[in-house]
């Protein structure tokens, strides 16, 4: 099984992928999009785990969450887990929150992850995250 890392550099709105996804949002004019080094889908082959990385602070309380479910006969998540920065003197330093995914099936599938408060309601998440991944 090949393990894939995407790391997901989402300091401001991120859209990893040629087409459109599901609450991709224009960041606002002082902040930069960030892209993982590729426009394109990213091609996987069935059995495959893949790794997505975005810089999170739940001290703040944003988390990062699913907007939806993918694909489940395509793509499927295996974990999800917050990773402090290591020896972080500080309170209140971010880390990454680091989603493993396994390619299921063949097929194509969108990754739709929003930056929210879960307690929040009615409000547009701080960043989006949208990565396309094609399963060969």
Request: with cysteine; aromatic share 8%.
């Amino acid at each position: 099984m090949k393990r894939s890392v995407l790391m997901v550099l989402a300091t401001a709105c991120l859209l990893v992928s040629a087409a459109p996804c599901a609450h991709a949002q224009e960041p606002p004019l002082k902040q930069k999009r960030v892209f993982s080094g590729s426009e394109a889908p990213f091609v996987m082959k069935v059995g495959d785990e893949f790794v997505l990385t975005l810089e999170s602070n739940p001290s703040t309380g944003y988390l990062w969450q699913l907007a939806e479910k993918p694909d489940e006969n395509t793509v499927t998540l295996v974990s999800s887990e917050y990773r402090a920065v290591p020896d972080a003197k500080r309170v209140g330093v971010g880390g990454n929150e680091v989603w493993t995914f396994r390619a299921k099936g063949k097929g194509k599938a969108a990754i739709n992850l929003i930056y929210v408060r879960p307690w929040e309601k009615d409000i547009s998440p701080a960043r989006t995250a949208c990565v396309i991944i094609i399963v060969e």
